[in-house]
DNA sequence: GTACAAAACAAACACTCGTTTGGTTTGTAC
DNA sequence: GTACAAACCAAACGAGTGTTTGTTTTGTAC
């Protein structure tokens, strides 16, 4: 891992790489990857298309920036919010309330690293993997200290609430169920399920 | 709804629309709708760009062709499956098997329908929707005929199971654990679940 | 106020994109 | 075997792609 290099001199007041990355952000989740081009990104900070590789080397770079950007922004609401719980189930149920509040109507970064996959940026895609697979960890801890019944893959309970949980991005409508009430049902129907036999 | 104009002539034996199809889910499903160019597609049958243009007037049209046959065997798939159960519960599970299977080692047309969001081609992005909404809505029928505990959201459990088994498609790597057996955990996990307070 | 690097501009590079147009081959029905 | 359309080829179209290079502006530390 290369150093941050050590500026000679400090960044610019004026210095409009934060905008970039905010519309990057907006567009690649909008558009996707592929279907967001440099010369829509610079458009909308009213750039020039060669301005942008002062700042990075390459497009996929920057889907690098904006995907940490958005893994980190997840990662502080979810953290935030199960530092306030002792329990492990309501602490879950804080994690789901958190992820999904960040993912649907919080942040254009959260989003990417939910829309965008790894696969579409063969250049950076195994940093992008390793920045998913961090903030998983998170999610493994926090149904390791659950009480279950007999015989549940824990594995397999993290898996299924996190898909749903993603997924909704898809069917989501603002102004309907918020996320809070989506996710307190999704937490909801592992427990009062479809019922013993 | 255009009827489909009466040919002339029959199609021909060396019909390579097909193979055209074949590679387009391929390509589509492994580098999604904009990371596969016009170019791409024809390469993988020996053929020239322009060729493709007989057979489809877009690009979008030609996303929407594999679309729909996606969809036609996802739904012939789960149709099958559930045509063999009678118990509410054990449809279910068949059709959470089926959809599975379907999704994450029968077919590339399938997984294009998961993949590839009707948003990237606005021109046929209406017709997506409603071929997915027609399959969606085999799944309201199946949730509607369970038996549920109090209080349980039907839609709910609708989309969180979908959304789950969907989102399978980012983490699922073969020779580990086969769709079915993944499936049937996910339906498990909807009937002993957290456990009761 | 001057030195200097941060942060951009200006203009192009080589290439790829989806698509069109006019002509050619070839299987098939009669 | 001949007519004819199905199915392609050949070649280009204009626009857009990510990126590079040389130059210029401008905020800031001294």
């Not at 997840?74 to 994690?95: F, H, N, Q």
């Not at 919080?106 to 993997?129: F, G, K, M, N």
């Not at 397999?156 to 898909?163: E, K, P, Q, V």
Request: charged residues 30%; glycine residues 6%; positive net charge.
């Amino acid at each position: 891992m290369p150093l941050a290099a050590r500026p000679a001199r400090l960044p610019r007041a004026d210095n409009r790489l934060p905008l970039i990355l905010d519309e990057a952000a907006r567009l690649f989740r909008a558009q996707g990857f592929h279907g967001t081009s440099v010369r829509d990104i610079v458009r909308a900070v009213d750039m020039l298309p060669g301005s942008l590789y002062y700042h990075f080397p390459t497009k996929e770079a920057l889907l690098a920036a904006v995907y940490a950007e958005g893994v980190r922004r997840i990662s502080e609401a979810v953290t935030g919010a199960i530092s306030r719980k002792r329990d492990p189930r309501e602490r879950l149920e804080a994690a789901c309330i958190a992820h999904l509040e960040a993912l649907l109507q919080e942040s254009d970064y959260a989003q990417v690293v939910i829309r965008v996959l790894p696969a579409d940026a063969p250049s950076v895609a195994a940093e992008l993997v390793r920045l998913r697979d961090d903030y998983e960890t998170l999610w493994v801890g926090l149904v390791q200290d659950l009480r279950l019944a007999r015989g549940v893959d824990r594995r397999s309970l993290r898996l299924m609430l996190l898909g749903a949980l993603n997924w909704s991005q898809t069917w989501y409508r603002k102004g309907r169920d918020s996320p809070r009430t989506i996710a307190k049902r999704f937490v909801q129907l592992l427990q009062e399920p479809l019922g013993r036999e």
